[in-house]
């Protein structure tokens, strides 16, 4: 390192994910194991730190489950279903929808009741124990974080953010990517309209979507099969704010496409 560049500081950010959190059960203290998780490797919080949680545990912990065995499907579903997929499956996805987006080729595209434009409302039996047992979404992935965030205050003393992750797809790009539905303590958008670029233009459109951008780089820790659903995202600076994962939503009446 030369002299020059020593005492030069630049942006950087850690992603840790958490390590030793046991498989959760309706009911379970969550925030508790995700503390003793990690306290127990060795990256207790600190202040500042954004604690993404995958939708998973939360909706586990939370008992939104349901068993196939108990679930009888509409006629709808039943239609829709065909030769192709369980009418049970279905009419759990039409029950947790507000309406159908598109259906085509075997995929039922949902807005969910949180408002949220997905494959399948959401539902679906990965990671979760049984062949008969889905798992929904939270009921309300904002006040699921606000829970954890004040429970973490509250036990350790640290003020975090908590962003509930989940996995969506994307139009016009191919593979997935986490994003945030549900979030507390951070504004989950950050808006540069207004402001002036480094060659003095004000910026007309820029909002970007810190809150989603925090989740999609803590999938890359998390990711699919490794079990480790909670994750660390240190040094990232962001704004503090009451507001929900809603707000990335954009509203109908600015939406081209709806």
Partial sequence: MTSQSAGRRYPEFRVIGVTGVPEIQPGDDLPSMIIEAAEGQG??????????????????????????????????????????????????????????????????????????????????????????????????????????????????????????????????????TDIAIGCAGIAPLKDYRGMVDRDGRTLQVSVAAVADEAAGAAELVTRKTIGVPVTIVRGLPYDVSEEGADVIIREAGMDLFR
């Fill in 43 to 176: 990256t207790p919080f600190v202040e500042g730190d954004i604690v993404v949680v995958t939708q998973k545990v939360v909706s586990k912990a939370e008992g939104a489950l349901v068993r196939l065995a108990d679930v009888e499907p509409s006629p709808l579903a039943l239609t829709i279903a065909g030769e192709m997929k369980d009418p049970r499956h279905v009419e759990v996805v039409l029950r947790e929808s507000r309406r159908i987006v598109r259906m085509e080729r075997g995929v039922l595209i949902t807005e969910t009741h949180h408002g949220l434009v997905c494959a399948n409302s959401g539902v679906d039996a990965s990671n979760v124990p049984g062949d008969d047992v889905l798992c929904l979404l939270p009921k309300d992935p904002n006040a699921s974080a606000r829970r954890i965030r004040e429970a973490v205050r509250e036990r350790t003393g640290r003020t975090v953010a908590v962003i509930i992750s989940d996995t969506f797809g994307r139009p016009w790009r191919v593979g997935t």
